[in-house]
């Protein structure tokens, strides 16, 4: 038997009057995944324990099946595991954001813009990043550049419990009340201000503003955390297999959790992303004899936090092309099952997630439910009586049926 998770992050979302008080999953394209719902299995599943921030760290841990009450030490440190970062046991990683603020006034005064600075290129910002690092890094605190607008700064013996705000939560709203606070915030602080009068002149962001778009003028802490410990997924359910996905937390928690990460070529983050490597990546997984993937893509997600309506619902018809091409290449490996998820909700309305349940299809080949009515959005899957309160317990039922 073989295993593939298909997860379209961020996917699911309430009911719009734009839409004809549709969801984006109910308006959008997608015959494959209703075809799955009409043969198989759709429930829900809160993969966001109560008291644990919604987001994706800890979704795709539980839809991993990993209990985050058990292994969630923070978000960075998955990330710096990606990057090959070596995290002693006093290090604190933080997620560092390339970010734009608004120009006016004190820092403080100051408007979250852009928490991705229109998608900064990997080439421009480990120019930035490097520059940063020259120039604020010390003895216990340094600074390394990921992919895009996400890299990572580690602070050897430094707080764990100051309070931060993800970027992505304050798109449009002024910074005053979301600056650092609490043990070690006044230093956090600092540095980001030190951040933006480096960057606002740097060359890499005069060029960015000649060509019309945002500058990459800030850096913004958040996620910081631990360096984490995982069982190995081949312990827990005896399966070998890969990750793919263009963002460092999954490839992180799949290196944790010991499975093989695949890269591809021009991967974004975005619908503009390469999916027919990456579907053809995950056969070629399968074809080398992996028992399972875990086939991540961030579109939906990225569309959702920029408040960006169409791209959603054309992010969510591209996860359903590839799921298409998936169901066309799984055969030829015999049996199979697939299931199709988000990890969290992250609502256009807000741009930002949420903790509530998930919607979920299950496909075993060869299955015919023939559920006539069968579609896969939230409302089909909230009807369900396959319901997992706790979200970890998925992975479960989908590898062992129970």
Request: hydrophobic share 40%; net charge negative; glycine share 10%.
């Amino acid at each position: 038997m073989k295993y593939l998770i298909l997860l379209g992050d961020g996917m699911a979302d309430y009911k719009l009057k734009e839409l004809n008080n549709k969801t984006p999953l109910q308006s959008a394209r997608t015959p494959h995944m209703d075809l799955l719902a009409a043969k198989g299995v759709i429930g829900i599943a809160s993969t966001v324990p109560v008291g644990y921030p919604p987001g994706s760290d800890v979704a795709n841990l539980s839809v991993m099946g990993y209990d985050p009450a058990e292994y969630y030490t923070g978000r960075s440190p998955l990330e710096a595991v990606s990057m090959g970062v070596k995290l002693e046991p006093d290090d604190v990683a933080f997620r560092c954001n390339l970010v734009t603020l608004s120009e006016e006034g004190m820092y403080e005064e100051k408007t979250m813009v852009d928490y991705s600075a229109d998608e900064v290129t990997t080439a421009e910002s480990e120019e930035l990043i490097r520059q940063i690092d020259k120039t604020l890094a010390t003895d216990d605190m340094k600074f390394y550049a990921g992919f895009r607008f996400r890299h990572l700064m580690v602070w050897k013996g430094g707080p764990i419990g100051c309070k931060l705000t993800p970027p992505h939560d304050i798109s449009g709203r002024s910074i005053a009340e979301y600056l650092p606070q609490d043990e070690g915030g006044a230093t956090l602080l600092k540095l980001m201000k030190e951040s933006y009068n480096i960057l606002s002149g740097h060359p890499v962001n005069i060029k960015r503003i000649d060509q019309g778009l945002n500058p990459a003028n800030s850096v913004w802490f958040w996620g910081q955390g631990k360096k984490p410990s995982l069982t190995s997924f081949y312990e827990k359910y005896g399966l070998r297999g890969s990750v793919i996905s263009a963002v460092d937390l999954i490839k992180g928690i799949g290196i944790s959790a010991g499975l093989d990460i695949v890269d591809v070529e021009n991967v974004t983050g975005t619908v503009e992303t390469n999916f027919k490597g990456k579907v053809a990546a995950a056969l070629d997984e399968l074809a080398k004899g992996q028992d399972f993937v875990y086939l991540h893509v961030e579109a939906p997600d990225a569309a959702s936090h920029r408040g960006e309506t169409a791209t959603k619902i054309k992010a969510i018809e591209m996860v359903d092309v590839m799921l298409g091409l998936l169901l066309e290449g799984l055969p030829l490996f015999g049996d199979y099952k697939v299931m199709v998820l988000p990890d969290h909700p992250t609502p256009l309305s807000t741009m930002t997630h949420t903790d509530k349940p998930v919607p979920l299809v299950i496909y075993t080949s060869g299955q015919d439910n023939k559920n006539v009515n069968g579609v896969y959005d939230e409302e089909a899957a909230g009807k369900s009586s396959l319901v997992f309160p706790a979200g970890y317990r998925l992975m479960d039922y989908f590898i062992r049926g129970r």
